[in-house]
Nanobody, 116 residues
Framework: QVQLVESGGGLVQAGGSMRLSCVAS????????MGWYRQAPGNQRELVAT???????NYADSVKGRFTISRDNAKNTVYLQMNSLKPEDTAVYYC??????????WGQGTQVTVSS
């Protein structure tokens, strides 16, 4: 059972930066595809960014050029660096680990609030 714990959320002004971290309980993080998703009030959960075990990245159009996902397998950690934050980035951000045909795990979420 993979457990994921996010940290780094909080309140930031528009235009500011924030880095989220997600630590996994397993030592085989290197074979997982890791991702960050977010959910704003009244909205469905949406993809923000993913990174494969081969470090191929994918981003939502809304965050391209502003957010960067990275991973440190030695630390069992995946990061989301968020720059040029906008009020519409306000949401609960969730870490996800995916493996095999149907393996899936989620963190508890961390709130990110961007004030205008």
């Amino acid at each position: 059972q993979v457990q994921l714990v996010e940290s780094g959320g909080g309140l930031v002004q528009a235009g500011g930066s924030m880095r989220l971290s997600c630590v996994a309980s397993t030592r085989i993080l290197s074979i997982y595809t890791m991702g960050w998703y977010r959910q704003a009030p009244g909205n469905q959960r949406e993809l923000v960014a993913t990174i494969t075990s081969g470090r191929t990245t994918n981003y939502a159009d809304s965050v391209k050029g502003r957010f960067t996902i990275s991973r440190d397998n030695a630390k069992n950690t995946v990061y989301l660096q968020m720059n040029s934050l906008k009020p519409e980035d306000t949401a609960v951000y969730y870490c996800n680990a995916h493996w095999g045909p149907s393996g899936d795990a989620w963190g508890q979420g961390t709130q990110v609030t961007v004030s205008s």
